[in-house]
């Protein structure tokens, strides 16, 4: 019952820092709480095609033509060409991006990250919840309930991959519970029947404080009649709960559909974190607070973060040195240089939305869609949708301004 590294979580960052790891020859072992991995699935499913292929691009499994194809049609349910962004009172702007995206089937991919863990050599536990962690002097002690049983095992490393409410950075000392106002509370229904106006290579967010507090509304395409349709809310904005607002939502917009799938969770909305390390012990992905603070995106930001991870410890126990907060940061400082600025970009343009009343949502919709229609429009990034926003509609650039 000695490992070298034990992870904590087989969602796609926990998956890829055991297969890192594996792959170096380490003992690893990998706990999935839940009795299948993947399931249910708490997310819209949707990721960037650059940041995508850049961490998967190279697995033929996956990308059986290469990075310059697309995904296997196993693991993909649409393709994502645009968006479009939907005001309080139903006005919309489309913004075009061929090749902006694609909406997994997140239950089949997330099945194979942790798959491939277990051919690279680690050892993949489910209906195994970790229950405590005890430092001691050559690593930790991690106490597991696996079914009906406790049991301890030992090692050198623990990885925290556990989610948004992860447990492993508060036994560890990294990590508090976040304050309502920095955490989306989530509800998402897999809608069946929706009708030939929902484009299916189109994702599309709705606005407004009557549909979603501080937060969107969304739909995310899934194949013909298909789509995941859910919204966010900041913990510290509404009176109802996420699922009320979205009941009200589907009713509205989607009268003629039927549920096939609901499920709830959190997304953090956090402030850059500034310790993801320490002794013998690391965070990663929803764990890390390593999500778009902005559009609560996190896949491919975690199927990294879990790459660099696995790098990390199998470079430092591979030449037979101790897993030190100091060399472990190397894991840390990797991550900030990639994605630190971005991450403080993106929070303040999440507290600028969450900021705006319906009259300034109208606006700022309208301007896109005059940007989009004059053809100007041509990147769905944040950076450029705020600078047309100033453009067409300089009112709103006092509330901006901690933006430029």
């Not at 492993?168 to 989306?184: A, E, F, N």
């Not at 069946?192 to 549909?211: C, H, I, Q, R, W």
Request: aromatic residues 8%; neutral net charge; glycine residues 12%.
């Amino acid at each position: 019952m000695d490992y070298d590294v034990v992870v904590v979580g087989a969602g796609p960052a926990g998956s890829r820092a055991a297969n890192f790891a594996a792959k170096a020859g380490l003992r690893v072992l990998l706990l999935e709480k839940r009795q299948q991995v993947g399931f249910p699935v708490r997310c819209a499913e949707a990721v960037g095609r650059p940041g995508f292929i850049a961490e998967l691009g190279d697995d033929r499994q996956l990308f059986p033509e290469g990075a310059e194809g697309d995904p296997d049609e196993r693991f993909l349910a649409a393709f994502l060409n645009g968006g479009e962004l939907v005001s309080p009172s139903g006005k919309a702007a489309y913004i075009a991006k061929p090749g902006a995206g694609y909406v997994l089937e997140r239950k089949v991919f997330d099945k194979y990250l942790a798959e491939a863990a277990a051919r690279a050599g680690a050892e993949l536990w489910v209906k195994a919840q970790a229950l405590g962690a005890e430092k001691t002097d050559d690593g930790w002690q991690v106490t597991i309930r696996r079914g009906s049983k406790e049991l301890t095992v030992s090692t050198r490393v623990l990885i925290g991959a556990d989610g948004v409410e992860g447990l492993v950075g508060r036994w560890c000392g990294l990590t508090k519970s976040l304050p309502l106002g920095q955490v989306h509370s989530c509800a998402q229904v897999l809608l069946a029947g929706l009708d030939e106006t929902v484009k299916p290579d189109t994702v599309y967010f709705y606005l407004g404080s009557t549909v979603a507090p501080g937060g969107y509304a969304w739909l995310f395409p899934k194949g013909e009649g298909l789509g995941n349709v859910g919204l966010g809310i900041l913990g510290n904005e509404p009176k109802e709960l996420a699922h009320e607002y979205l009941n009200r939502f589907v009713e509205k917009h989607y009268p003629g559909a039927s549920v096939l799938e609901e499920m709830h969770g959190c997304v953090p909305a956090a402030p850059y974190p500034e310790r993801l390390v320490g002794d013998g012990v690391l965070l990663v992905g929803d764990a890390a607070r390593q999500v778009d603070p902005f559009s609560g995106a996190g896949i491919n930001w975690s199927l990294e973060a879990g790459r660099i991870a696995g790098e990390t410890v199998a470079a430092i126990l591979g030449e037979g040195l101790e897993p030190t907060a100091e060399r472990l940061s190397d894991y840390e400082k990797r991550w900030r240089k990639r994605h630190r600025k971005e991450h403080q970009r993106l929070y303040k343009t999440q507290k600028l939305l969450s900021g705006l009343n319906d009259e300034e949502i109208e606006k700022a919709v309208a301007a896109l869609a005059a940007g989009a229609k004059e053809g100007e429009l041509g990147d769905i990034s944040p950076a450029k949708m705020l600078g047309y926003i100033i453009r067409k509609a300089p009112g709103l650039l006092w509330k901006m301004r901690r933006l430029l």
